[in-house]
């Protein structure tokens, strides 16, 4: 039988860039006859309908595709008997030949048949099984290059068998015969500098550059795509060479009109640098062998000795920097990134425009650049979880008064404009904005709450917090109360979906602006993990301090807003004193207290990874006397037990006390319930003061009552109203305080 010309064919590229390649080959196919051609996105690829010579288009121009299928055949495959029938059943002499080499690949998911490999030894068997019994000779395998390759996928029982006609993923140019370190992938580079906005149109007016380009990677795709050099000119091996179905005149007229297409006049400003001379000859010999070596300048440069002369048009700047342990100074990546941000901030400045994108398996550190953060997509770098992240400069300076948010006037969200719950919250939302934020730009504060489950139907709080590297921009954190179970959940569920839908109509969000989280109750260990893994940290403003959130990892940000002005009140009495911040958290505290010009301030806290997090916010204030500076990581009670044990001999001005409600996490050597144990906590923490020093104790547990032992013993000032902001004052109970001294 004779194939049908219009062929189905599926095309993957790398996960989460399927637009771009849609885009991509939506244009590489339009010189196709119209009327012989569908494109459709599709979950996991680009669906792709026509005759053979899109497939082989898209094998010789594409940058960003992995691999082209063409469908010989969908059916049910809920048996190994049923996939092999139906394997057996096609007419496999009109593919190969039985003399022709033979791979099979294969990939499953929510089936039946839950084994790749033992799925694709059956249609291997079939395929074999067919030549045997009808010309008593079979195909060879060969798993490298063989003359045909077929691949199965079945999900949730439904097969679709197809041959590859890529052979070899796209990705493999042939340019790239050695490489430097751990590369990125052609297609995966490929595919970033599309995300950052590369093309031909954009070497115009800007330059490409790569400060740490190892073996080239990122450079030579893009001189590729300014010249028009199609990916796969060059390739030896494809899928389909020796499938007897093959167009070799079509095949071969492709390749003519896509060699004369190459632009031989290409001009563009192309700079890759690295600190290894190694890298730097590998990068030259890779893009000889690509025909772009006269497109790139390569020098053996480090980092730090980068100049803003380096390019003359404004910087596309783009980066691969070396991976490791989140927030492990000692493994050279925090100075690392913070050296980055410094170099590349000083290019942008220099020309007054451009970008920087990274590929970072380290998302903790990104705030060290110290650049806006303009765009952030997920990507994997083969099994090594990383973010994709974009940034610039936010050129306009940090003004004195915060502006609040436009709002869109009288808009609803797209749910129902007649909800009655929407329009309640709707206005609810309205009326607290416009009180609270002109209170913050008259007080300077660009984090701050505002609405806190004001209306009963809606159990959530939102907090905004101001970007501190661009005023113009704001997060938004949606966090919802746990409901009762006497509430359904279902309508508990719709509920939120719909306020944050009004949430972000109302404030014109993006995406990547509001957060949403659920508040739960947090009981020992649990207080310490983590609700999600995206690790990246964002840089917000307290009035002279900068200070690292997190929007999505943890029950908290690592901002304690509701302690607002308990900060301040520390950071106005603390000059030349000796300060002692327990149950630091990330040492907000710490923080101001330390540039409100205090002698000595010690941090503690037993858990590493908001030790951690204390140390990237000193950092960020430029806050580095290790012996002005101390962060201890222990078990305050046992610390407040012991206190010679851990180096707290001598004496301080004023202790910082604000435990956890409850704990039993395993780094302690028992439970701390804070009504049971306040008063040993207060007692032991009134010893390391001296004589006429203050103790600043608060609390969060609802119910909580100071014990009359401590009220007897100590002089004690409740300075609760004093400690709650303007934003807060609907529930002023958020938390207690009070000073404490000796009598």
Not at 621 to 641: G, M, P, S
Request: proline share 4%; charged share 25%.
């Amino acid at each position: 039988m004779i194939m049908p010309v219009n062929h189905k064919f599926f095309i993957t590229g790398h996960k989460g860039f399927e637009t771009p390649l849609f885009h991509e080959i939506r244009d590489i196919i339009s010189p196709v006859d119209e009327d012989s051609r569908q494109i459709k996105k599709v979950y996991g690829g680009i669906e792709l309908q026509g005759g053979l010579e899109l497939a082989y288009r898209v094998c010789i121009y594409s940058h960003l595709a992995n691999r082209v299928y063409l469908q010989l055949k969908t059916f049910k495959a809920d048996n190994e008997e049923a996939l092999y029938q139906q394997v057996y059943a096609i007419d496999w002499s009109q593919h190969l030949g039985s003399r022709h080499s033979l791979a099979v690949s294969a990939t499953l998911s929510g089936s039946n048949l839950d084994h790749s490999h033992y799925a694709s030894l059956k249609v291997k068997d079939a395929i074999v099984d067919y030549f045997r019994n009808t010309v008593n000779s079979r195909p060879v395998i060969d798993k490298e290059q063989p003359d045909l390759r077929v691949h199965l996928n079945i999900h949730k029982n439904n097969a679709t068998l197809s041959l590859d006609m890529s052979g070899l993923s796209l990705h493999r140019r042939g340019y790239r015969l050695q490489h430097s370190g751990a590369p990125l992938k052609e297609n995966l580079a490929a595919a970033l500098l599309v995300q950052a906005g590369w093309n031909k149109q954009k070497a115009k007016d800007f330059s490409l550059l790569d400060p740490m380009c190892g073996s080239g990677t990122f450079a030579i795709e893009a001189a590729m795509m300014v010249a028009n050099i199609p990916p796969g000119l060059d390739r030896e091996y494809f899928g389909f060479l020796r499938w007897l179905q093959h167009d070799k005149a079509l095949w071969e007229e492709c390749l003519r009109t896509a060699e004369a297409g190459i632009d031989e006049q290409a001009v563009c400003e192309i700079f890759a640098s690295d600190s290894s001379e190694h890298a730097i000859e590998i990068a030259r010999d890779n893009a000889m062998r690509a025909g772009v070596e006269e497109l790139i300048q390569f020098k053996v440069m480090p980092l730090e000795d980068l100049t803003t002369d380096v390019v003359s048009k404004p910087p596309l700047i783009i980066i691969n920097p070396p991976y490791g342990e989140r927030l492990q100074a000692e493994q050279g990546l925090a100075p690392l990134y913070s050296q980055m941000g410094k170099v590349l901030k000083d290019i942008l400045l220099a020309h007054a425009a451009g970008s920087v994108h990274i590929i970072s398996a380290n998302p903790d550190l990104l705030h060290r650049l110290r650049l806006n953060r303009t765009a952030k997509k997920a990507v994997n770098n083969g099994p090594i979880q990383c973010v994709f992240a974009s940034f610039d400069i936010a050129y306009s300076s940090v003004p004195d008064q915060v502006d609040a948010p436009a709002l869109v006037p009288k808009s609803m969200p797209a749910a129902d404009e007649n909800d009655p719950e929407a329009i309640a919250l709707h206005n609810r939302l309205v009326k607290n904005n416009k009180h609270l934020s002109r209170w913050a730009k008259r007080n300077d504060v660009s984090c701050y709450r505002i609405y806190d489950a004001d209306l009963p139907e809606f159990a959530f709080a939102l907090d905004r917090y101001g970007n501190a590297l661009d005023p113009d921009q704001a997060w938004y954190l949606l966090s919802e109360y746990q409901a009762p179970k006497t509430v359904d959940a279902e309508k508990a569920e719709q509920r939120i979906i719909l306020a944050q839908q009004v949430v972000k109509k109302l404030f014109q969000l993006k995406d990547n602006q509001l957060f949403s989280k659920l508040r739960q109750r947090q009981r020992g260990k649990l207080q310490y993990e983590k609700l999600d893994k995206q690790g990246e940290m964002f840089q917000v403003r307290e009035g002279s301090a900068q200070l690292l959130v997190n929007m999505t990892d943890y029950l908290d940000t690592g901002l304690f807003l509701d302690h607002r002005l308990t900060r301040q009140l520390i950071a106005a009495q603390v000059r030349d004193k000796r300060v002692l911040n327990l149950f630091c958290y990330t040492a907000s505290v710490s923080v101001q207290a330390a540039l409100g010009g205090a002698a000595l301030v010690t941090s503690v806290d037993m858990s590493a990874t908001y030790i951690n997090w204390a140390k990237e916010n000193f950092e960020l204030n430029d806050l580095r006397n290790e012996k002005k500076y101390q962060f201890i990581q222990a078990d305050c009670v046992e610390l407040l037990r012991s206190p010679e044990a851990h180096d707290l001999a001598d004496k301080y001005d004023l202790i910082f006390l604000d435990p956890p409600s409850f704990s039993n996490s395993k780094k302690m050597h028992e439970t701390l319930d804070i009504q049971r144990d306040h008063e040993e906590l207060i007692i032991n923490s009134m010893k390391l003061l001296y004589k006429k020093a203050k103790l600043i104790f608060s609390t969060n547990k609802k119910g909580f009552r100071l014990s009359d032992a401590i009220q007897r013993d100590f002089t004690v000032t409740d300075i609760t109203y004093q400690t709650v902001s303007e934003d807060f004052k609907r529930r002023p109970k958020m938390h207690q305080c009070w000073e404490i001294t000796a009598k």
